[in-house]
């Protein structure tokens, strides 16, 4: 007798999705428990780690940002292999202003965050007609072009970066600041795609002919949604700038456009929360795979593959399914 | 003015593919609260001039104008702006999303946002009453249901109710009927006849060409891109051009 298995979404849920039908305390939970999870995650755990696990969370919370931003991105369609462009406009606008002009990082994050946002989506304009993998290689390319402009013209102090920026005051403050980021990142994002705003972004990455038609601009979308996604990039930037009191080369290294891509894949895309979970899973387990020196990047690489062969929605995914419906086996004749 | 000048003008459209002349130095015009029929067989320009049209291609030579407005390579959105609207031959719906949010795009369209003053409310309930005026059963669980998981006549309904959500004034249907049984096509001339009552101008593209001539006023003909006949119905197809085009000649 062949069997097949059989989702079916529990009761609770059907319950609480039906806004009058909250009376009971198991469905307020039902409801808020899972976004409890992370704000109690990142707020009230990360104060209680050591110091060096401390740093690990925070920028664990960069890639997280730039992960969903790639997640943004790829709700209306745009496939971007250059987070890495955000994250070093971002670390150069915020770095320039501080080593030059001695703005202090109350302003130079929030003006690097708009400024580059609008600097990369300006660089971005002229390919965003393209679409699928012709927009994604313009991505990969324009990091790596910028980077040989700055070691070529020797502008932004060359190769040697612009050094001893102003740090954060101490290390709760740097928690804080990258870990509101990204909870508001997860939970704005969440509820901009949830709006008809929202709907006409995944309309665009599902049909954009059919948008067209429907009288939308659909390029003017699609550079608003570009203009988000590079400037909570640019943040993680000027975020990353301070903290290393540092802004050069590194920047535009090919770690910040692989990582937050491999987060997303991981932790499953379309959602903002899978990213960053995603970016929790990898990065934290990147450095306790370092006792292992050398095959480090084996064993890395081991589960990279593990993860996606085994999950390959995603692991928000299944966790969201498995919370949601429960399954058996029924026979099929 | 508006009594004597034709509501959309083409003149000398040209447009080819390669060495393909797809439309070839065409003339139409249009008057209000018309309803023109374009036929032809297949492969001759038809969707192309409406592509034309709509801006989703550019013209080599030629000019339109609408409502005294130069729209001629003009893109898609600014022409729907104006209050030109069509369907796509093969459906284009957002397959991943309810039949009712597939309304959601058109009806947050700046021409929409700017005919209801401003505001609109709750969007949800203006495309449920919509997809009811095009035959989604009310209350029933169809309009919630994924455009992937609708039958053809459903999808085509959906078109035209995307279409409507723009509250456009000249309207494009391009192959409506085709993939239809006979009793959608029938449970569909209703809802155009409603639409032209309401005083809307629109062109049908069909090869359903009984249903089509129970109610165009007009019908053009094409064939390889060029405009072999145009008139009332019967007598457009009389003509011995028209005869040649569908059934081919005999000395041929």
């Known amino acids: ?333 | 003015m508006s009594e004597s000048r034709p509501m959309l003008e083409v003149t000398g459209l040209s447009k080819s593919f390669g060495g393909v002349m797809a439309v070839s130095d065409v003339h139409m015009q249009l008057k209000e609260g018309e309803l023109l029929g374009v036929i032809g067989p297949n492969g001759s320009g038809k969707t192309t001039l409406v592509n034309l049209i709509t801006g989703f291609s550019k013209p080599q030579s030629g000019k339109i104008v609408y409502k005294g407005k130069r729209i001629t390579g003009w893109p898609p959105y600014r022409i729907v702006t104006l209050g030109i609207a069509r369907t796509f031959q093969m459906v284009r719906p957002f397959y991943q999303l309810p039949a009712y949010k597939n309304l959601i795009v058109p009806l947050y369209s700046p021409r929409v946002k700017r005919l209801a003053g401003g505001r609109y409310g709750d969007r949800d309930a203006v495309a449920l009453d919509l997809l009811e005026e095009v035959g989604f059963e009310r209350d029933a669980y169809v309009s919630y249901k994924v455009a992937s998981a609708l039958p053809q006549g459903y999808l085509k309904r959906l078109e035209l109710a995307k279409v409507m959500a723009l509250r456009p004034d000249l309207i494009i249907l391009d192959e409506l009927f085709s993939g239809l049984s006979l009793a959608e096509v029938a449970s569909i001339v209703p809802i155009i006849e409603k639409l032209r009552f309401q005083g809307k101008t629109i062109i049908m593209i069909e090869h359903r060409l009984k249903e089509l001539f129970r109610i165009a006023d007009r019908v053009m003909v094409l064939n390889y891109g060029e405009k072999i006949a145009e008139g009332a119905a019967e007598a457009v197809m009389e003509s011995d051009a028209v005869k040649k085009a569908y059934l081919g000649s005999e000395t041929d």
């Open chain 1, 1 to 333: 007798m062949e069997k097949r298995k059989e989702r079916i979404d529990r009761g609770i849920k059907a319950r609480s999705e039906d806004i009058f039908a909250l009376t009971s305390y198991r469905e307020m939970l039902y409801l808020l428990v899972p976004r409890a999870v992370p704000v109690v995650g990142l707020l009230a755990v990360t104060p209680l780690l050591s110091p060096y696990w401390q740093e690990i969370f925070i920028s664990t919370s960069v890639y997280a940002l730039l992960a969903i931003s790639w997640d943004l991105l790829l709700s209306a369609g745009l496939i971007s292999l250059g987070q890495s462009l955000f994250y070093g406009i971002g670390s150069y606008v915020a770095g320039a202003l501080n080593y030059y002009w001695g703005w202090s990082p109350l302003f130079t994050i929030p003006v690097a965050t708009i400024v580059g946002g609008g600097l990369c989506t300006l660089l971005l304009l002229p390919v965003l007609r393209l679409r699928g993998i012709y927009f994604a290689m313009v991505t990969l390319v324009l990091p790596i072009m910028l980077l040989r402009l700055v070691e070529a013209t020797r502008i932004l102090g060359g190769t040697e970066g612009l050094t001893g920026l102003t740090p954060f005051p101490n290390q709760f403050t740097a928690i804080y600041v990258i870990q509101l980021a990204v909870l508001a990142a997860l939970f704005g994002f969440r509820r901009l795609m949830n709006s008809d705003y929202g709907l006409i972004a995944k309309g665009i990455s599902d049909n954009d002919l059919s948008v067209m038609s429907a009288g939308i601009n659909v390029y003017w979308h699609k550079a608003q949604i570009l203009f988000l996604g590079a400037a909570v990039g640019s943040f993680a930037g000027a975020f990353g700038t301070h903290l290393d009191m540092f802004a050069g080369m590194p920047g535009f290294a090919l770690d910040y456009s692989i990582m937050p891509l491999a987060a997303a894949v991981v932790g499953g895309t379309g959602t903002f929360a899978g990213p960053l979970l995603g970016a929790f899973i990898l990065v934290p387990l990147s450095e306790i795979l370092r006792a292992l020196g050398a095959l480090r990047i084996v064993f890395y690489g081991l589960f990279l593959v593990i993860f996606v062969v085994a999950l390959p929605e995603g692991i928000f995914h299944y966790c969201q399914r498995k919370y949601h419906q429960f399954e058996r086996w029924v026979s099929v004749k």
